[in-house]
């Protein structure tokens, strides 16, 4: 943050020319490196056979942050956002087809997750299900034990997404005490720390993910859950991550609240659900009305409920193919090899072996992550970084510091998330741009 308020995305280590910012910069000079400047997008370029033959001319790999919603999925949603737009709460015919909308796609949700259809509670998105999962456990913790002290400890993990993070840090302004428990190089969960930390008898509830949205790296949630259980702590799973890339079976699980995200699937935005096992000692977050069995007040978003729905039950069909599951694995183990041999200081970043399939972060050493996804943009590959930026400078990620890498590692981390419509077209195309951009980008702004 500039002294006059304004925010800067990053700071690049190489001069600055005057009355540019840091982004218009690197243009800049990355243009003059070659004689030629660089343009925001690519309305008037050549396009040879492969970037023809992309959808809109776009390379997709983020399909972590999002995914594009299925047509089937529009398609069920088309009559509620036109014709059919009756309030679920209405007694009178066009309020029931809306009713009957919307538990229908509870009953696809729940045969998705693997629960009983009233433990689902429809809410905007993940992170108001993340909200609602640790504020609700918070506001009913259980009883202290006879001559015991009052429970007012979270146990974490320290690689958890904002959604989770940043509500526990509320809490813990709020006089909670946060625990969080520490991965080692490769992401892994400090299970010794873990077990260490459920013994202390003030901890109220468990609160981690399954999947982590940067590296893919996934929680061993069944024996996270068996420790928890043990200790008689409740246990909230953040599966936003790992929902349609990982059955999840949660009436096998030793989880008391689960959470996942519409639009993670090829569903629609604003739209996710918290799942809360039966006899959870647990409190609603919104009030106001009698929606969701009363334990989520608001109209229902009835459009976005039924696309949730019709994308939960695509997804449970694709997870039957373990087909679907290896193909996206094989393009993204092509990429990896293809980056590492084919360009120097390069690492993949977090546990190769126990990972989601689509998922793969990969660090050039001493360049700025942000330069990279510029020039990857301007080539139509879309990528993303996890960092965050802080006080006029890119900030590593929070998960790879975390995992201890060092900075000039940590800096230059792309995450490349695939989904099943990806094709080995598009990595080879993705595999032709890169070196380029990564020698252009050591050239100009050397670390």
Not at 22 to 27: G, H, N, R, T
Not at 287 to 295: D, N
Not at 296 to 324: C, F, H, S, Y
Request: charged letters at 20%; one cysteine or more.
């Amino acid at each position: 943050m500039t002294r006059d308020g304004t925010s800067e995305r990053a700071c690049y280590k190489f001069p600055r020319p005057k009355g540019r910012g840091p982004i218009e910069a690197l243009s800049w000079a990355v243009g003059n490196a070659r004689g030629s400047h660089f343009r925001g997008g690519r309305p008037g370029a050549r396009r040879g056979p492969i970037a023809a033959a992309i959808i809109n001319g776009m390379i997709y790999l983020d399909n972590n942050a999002t995914t594009p919603v299925h047509a089937d999925v529009f398609e069920a949603m088309r009559p509620f956002l036109q014709d059919q737009f009756g309030n679920p709460s209405s007694a009178h015919r066009f309020g029931q087809q809306a009713r009957q909308a919307v538990e229908q796609a509870r009953y696809q949700v729940a045969q998705f997750v693997g629960c009983k259809a009233a433990e689902v509670v429809f809410t905007s998105g993940g992170t108001e299900a993340d909200n609602a999962a640790i504020l609700g456990l918070a506001a009913a913790p259980p009883p202290p034990r006879p001559g015991g002290p009052e429970k007012r400890t979270i146990i974490t993990s320290a690689v958890e997404h904002s959604a989770v993070r940043e509500t526990l840090e509320y809490l813990a302004k709020s006089g909670w005490k946060v625990v969080p428990i520490g991965v080692d190089t490769d992401g892994r969960l400090d299970m010794n720390a873990l077990a260490s930390a459920l013994r202390d008898p003030s901890v109220a509830f468990l609160s981690m993910m399954w999947a982590n949205n940067e590296t893919g790296v996934i929680f061993d949630v069944a024996a996270v859950g068996m420790l928890a259980r043990q200790h008689g702590v409740p246990f909230h799973v953040d599966a936003v991550q790992a929902a349609g890339k990982l059955p999840l079976h949660f009436a096998e699980q030793p989880i008391d609240l689960l959470v996942i995200s519409a639009h993670k699937f090829h569903g629609p935005k604003g739209v996710g659900a918290l799942v809360v096992r039966r006899g959870t000692r647990w409190q609603p977050l919104l009030r106001g009305g009698p929606q969701e069995r009363q334990r989520r007040g608001g109209t229902e978003n009835v459009a976005g409920i039924v696309g949730m729905g019709a994308a939960a039950a695509l997804a449970a069909k694709t997870l039957e193919d373990p087909q679907a599951q290896a193909a996206v694995a094989e393009w993204r183990d092509r990429l990896e090899r293809g980056v590492l041999a084919a360009i120097a200081q390069t690492q993949v970043n977090g546990d190769r072996v126990h990972r989601v399939s689509n998922t793969t972060n990969i660090s050039f050493a001493g360049l700025e992550a942000e330069a990279i996804l510029l020039l990857l943009s301007q080539q139509d590959i879309c990528a993303s970084a996890g960092a965050a930026c802080a006080s006029g400078s890119l900030e590593p990620s929070h998960v790879l510091q975390a995992m201890h890498l060092p900075e000039r590692i940590a800096h230059g981390a792309i995450r490349f998330s695939l989904s099943r419509y990806n094709t080995r077209q598009e990595i080879d195309h993705t595999l032709a741009a890169l070196p380029a951009i990564i020698a252009r980008l050591r050239e100009v702004l050397p670390v």
